[in-house]
C-alpha cells in the first residue's frame, strides 16, 4: 500500500475525524503539477503500459484532483455460513464510476 493503512478492529465505526485522517494521508497536489489538460497531451502519444505508469507516477505525487480527495464510503455484506459479514470500504468518487 502506497499510503498508510487506517485498520478498525471489529465493530469500530469509522468518526468524521478517522475519516478526515484518511483523505489527509494523500499527497498534497505540487505546485508545478500538470493540469489534466497537459497530462491527456503529455500522455497521448504514449503506449499502455507507459501511460499507465505515468498516471500512477502523478497519483503517487498527489496530483488528482480536490474532488477525488472526498472518500466515498461503501457498504460490504457477504453472507457466510449463516452469519452476515459487513465491512466498509472508502474509495474516491471516480472508482464509483
Known amino acids: ?7 478498525l478492529t471489529y465493530g ?4 468524521p475525524s478517522q475519516l478526515r485522517g484518511l483523505a489527509e494521508r494523500i499527497p498534497k ?3 508545478w503539477a500538470l493540469k ?4 491527456a497531451e503529455y500522455v497521448s502519444k504514449m503506449d499502455p503500459q507507459q ?3 505515468a498516471i500512477l507516477s502523478e497519483i503517487l505525487q498527489g496530483n488528482l484532483p480536490s474532488f477525488l ?6 457498504e ?3 453472507l457466510d455460513h449463516g452469519k452476515t459479514l459487513r465491512a ?4 474516491m468518487p471516480d472508482y464509483l464510476a
Open 36 to 39: 489534466g489538460s497537459q497530462f
Open 88 to 91: 466498509t470500504v472508502f474509495v
Open 1 to 7: 500500500m502506497v499510503w498508510p493503512k487506517c485498520v
Open 69 to 74: 480527495r472526498k472518500l466515498i464510503p461503501v
Open 12 to 15: 469500530q465505526t469509522v468518526t
Open 29 to 31: 497536489r505540487p505546485t
Open 76 to 78: 460490504l455484506k457477504h
Open 51 to 53: 501511460r499507465e505508469q
